[in-house]
């Protein structure tokens, strides 16, 4: 079952698989919170289905069965990898539960050369279900130029009956020869109150787990609540106090910001601005609280809560609504709006430049970058 938001790209897509007009290649752009690895899985099955009907696959077939075990001989995924990955094959399998829930690393993924030049071999072989052959590729913004040009010629001429589903998070990361020669869905930001809705479910509070048809039930619900009990966001309860703040930090990508309350980071990220605000308010001339709390988050947690203050800041001296600005209004920070613009502006491009390119986080820079900010906030709080 696809997410509310998602049915109508899905919609759309069937309109188009039933027109006979559809292109062997398509890529769903967007923040992976927002689902898009489940809308290609959904387009794979749709378009493998041996017995299609109006709202897409039939859900009997043998191929339909298939995707309950993330499994299909006519579908495989190019990941992104490691060294070590690439060698156990792990980054083109037909293993897709990967775009459920993929192991963390502390290594560096991307996706290789080797790994695309498997692609043309897999789309040319005959389909084990009669139908076609479709091709997923996660992460297609880590594709190097060389990996491009080794698929260029694939979409260039396309296999009857094949597809290929490229996933990236920004169409301006993928080369315009690839951009050229494929129908492009981009996912919009969904409604607020849509997003508060979903994260506010108690159905939806849970780990992503993959469940699968050849693993006794009784097994997986038992692992399932192990999982939820666990969980360190749980343990307090998801209120819309707690999911505003989730969306403010995740792009308002409900995925993601799910994926933020289970871990409890916006407790933390709630605690920093409350600590910042009492620092900044009692000129305590050490920190202590503010850069405790700071500290316990991770690296690209802390550049997101900065970069997402300043703009909170500056849409507040822009006159928005305190109301619609989680982290200052759930902190009673409004105080900060006296803060000068130009050192605001100043600090949002270096945090943007920063998000952008993660790599680029010294593991003492976010700390730094806050102890400035104290400084220079008290400074420009005590001007007349």
């Known amino acids: 079952m696809l997410y509310s938001w998602l049915q109508p790209y899905f919609e759309q897509f069937l309109v188009t698989l039933k027109s006979g007009r559809m292109s ?7 923040d992976y919170g927002l689902g898009g690895r489940y809308l290609a899985l959904e387009m794979a099955k749709a378009y493998l289905c041996q017995n299609k009907g109006e709202h897409g696959a039939c859900n009997q077939c043998r191929s339909c069965l298939s995707f309950e075990r993330l499994m299909n001989k006519d579908l495989k995924v190019a990941y992104s990898s490691t060294t070590e990955e690439a060698k156990k094959d792990y980054d083109f399998t037909y293993d897709c539960s990967g775009l459920i829930v993929r192991p963390s690393t502390t290594q560096a993924r991307s996706l290789r050369i080797d790994t695309m030049r498997k692609i043309p071999s897999f789309i040319f072989e005959s389909a084990a279900g009669g139908v076609g052959k479709v091709v997923i590729i996660d992460n297609a913004e880590k594709m190097s130029a060389g990996a491009a040009n080794a698929i260029l010629k694939t979409f260039e001429e396309p296999q009857v009956g094949t597809m290929i589903i490229m996933l990236t998070q920004s169409l301006e990361q993928l080369l315009p020869t690839i951009l050229s020669r494929a129908i492009k869905i981009v996912l ?9 809705e979903f ?10 787990m993959i469940r699968r048809v050849d693993v006794d039930t009784a097994v997986q619900l038992e692992q399932e609540q192990k999982e939820i009990e666990s969980c360190p966001g749980l343990q307090t309860p998801i209120d819309s106090v707690r999911a505003q703040v989730a969306l403010a930090l995740s792009s308002s990508a409900p995925l993601s910001a799910m994926q933020m309350l289970l871990a409890g980071d916006d407790i933390k990220a709630l605690q920093v601005m409350r600590a910042l605000v009492s620092s900044i308010e009692n000129r305590d001339p050490f920190d202590v609280e503010v850069m405790t709390a700071f500290k316990a988050l991770d690296n690209a947690l802390q550049v997101k809560l900065l970069r997402q203050l300043v703009l909170e800041i500056l849409k507040y001296k822009a006159y928005v609504p305190v109301e619609q600005l989680p982290l200052i209004f759930h902190s009673h920070a409004q105080f900060l709006e006296r803060l000068s613009a130009e050192h605001l502006f100043e600090a949002y491009d270096t945090l943007s430049h920063l998000e952008e390119r993660p790599g680029l986080i010294g593991a003492r820079a976010p700390g730094a970058i806050m102890r400035c900010w104290l400084q220079a906030f008290k400074a420009d709080l005590v001007k007349p």
Not at 188 to 196: C, F, R, S, T, V
């Open 24 to 30: 062997s290649s398509v890529i769903i752009a967007g």
């Open 188 to 196: 919009k930001d969904i409604e607020p109150g849509e997003a508060l």
């Open 199 to 208: 994260l506010l479910n108690k159905a939806n509070q849970k780990p992503p």
